[in-house]
């Protein structure tokens, strides 16, 4: 028994020198295998891929299913124009007549009513623009068109006194019974091309009634349209989803309020000074300054043109006289009203509103162009929130070597 007891203790020692070996053994491999990995560079890393490698077969299927995808889009908005136009408009103003009725329910006003309330005071507006300012709007409409032909000959003549000297120029100016005839086809299509763009989306009426019903639900229960778009967006892009809703609805805001607060006083200045310098259609004119206000800093300029051309044609002193209405008019509205009204919510470049005018205008028509500025700060809010900001970019870098690239220095 003494001899087995002895035997038994031997085995025992014997396996605890085992197993302390193979441990020691294990810990020196994982040792050196960790020291081995710390010393080898991370070639899988996104931040240490060699940038000027040519691109990969993986790059380059998802550059072709990132083109197949505008593809697909393209063609969805194509052939659904104008539901997706009437949608559109009706969000857009649903998200502009929200804060209205937040309001009212904050004073104890149950949301339901406040939409009816809302829409009530919308259709009184609609009313009474109907009833006083649409008669005279197309009697002088209607007055431009006709005088078109006079308007371009009396162009024709100041521009021909400046350029007696150049008869090349003057030759190549359109003649006056072109343009009259020009003119007449355009009167004769104005009235139909209106018609079509304002009414003519799903059918008519039936498509005022319906967009009147989506408003009316839309406002009544926004919050499952929100949830749902929140629900959309992957769990990592959760926050950008968030900001990029929270940051176009202020922006839409600011651009209804500028609209309505600087698109009043714009249009009334410009409607009274060109009322008393004799520039007439006033009336008009003042509407353009108007519609102008949807689109920031480039509707200044497109409003001055038709109004520079007819007072061009009445004579040198009445252009004189409306480029300085126009002139003070919009440095008045840009250093007092632009900042008190709009702030710091709208910063969008001219270059990207051209663009987006032209790009709506050309896919949905004349209503399109409302949706110009909303699309332009859509796409500028999702590229900054998707794709800059994770970059961390630099852009002070960024602005000296854009200047040094315009200035054409190395």
Known sequence: MAED??????????????????????H?????????????PVMNG???????????YHGAWRIVWLIFLLVIIFLVLHALEAVILLFALVFLLAMVLNPI??????????????????????????????????PPLSRQLQELVRSAPSVWQGIRVRIESLTQNYPEVREALPRTDEIAGKAGAAAGTLGNFLLRSTIG??????????????????????????AAYLALAPQRYREQAHRTLARLMRQMIAWARGVAINGIITGLSIGVLLWLIGVQPAL?????????????????????????LVALSMGATKFWLALG??????????????????????????????????ATAE????????????AAALVQIVIDEFYLQPRKLDYAALDSEAAALVEGKK
């Open 325 to 358: 209405v126009i002139v003070l008019v919009y440095q008045v509205e840009l250093n007092v009203l632009v900042p008190g009204v709009l702030g710091k919510e709208m910063r969008l470049h001219p270059v990207n509103i051209l663009f987006f005018t032209l």
């Open 46 to 56: 996104p931040e240490h891929e060699d940038q000027h490698a040519p691109l990969s």
């Open 284 to 308: 008009i004119f003042g509407v353009f300054g108007f519609l102008g206000e949807f689109l920031p800093t480039v509707g200044a300029f497109l409003v001055s043109i038709p109004i520079l």
């Open 201 to 226: 989306l799903v059918g008519g009426v039936a498509s005022f009634v319906f967009a009147i019903l989506l408003l009316v639900f839309v406002l009544i229960s926004p919050r499952p349209l929100v």
């Open 28 to 40: 020196s491999w994982l040792a050196s295998q960790l020291t081995r990995e710390d010393r080898a």
């Open 101 to 134: 009725v937040v309001w009212l329910q904050k004073r104890h006003v149950p949301r339901a009513i406040g939409v009816v309330l809302v829409m009530l005071a919308l259709i009184a507006v609609a009313t009474t623009i109907v009833l006083f300012a649409i």
């Open 363 to 374: 896919l949905f028509g004349l209503l399109g162009v409302f949706l110009a500025v909303p």
């Open 5 to 26: 007891s002895a035997f038994h203790l031997d085995q025992d020692a014997g396996y605890r020198d085992a197993t302390k070996l193979v441990s020691i053994g294990i």
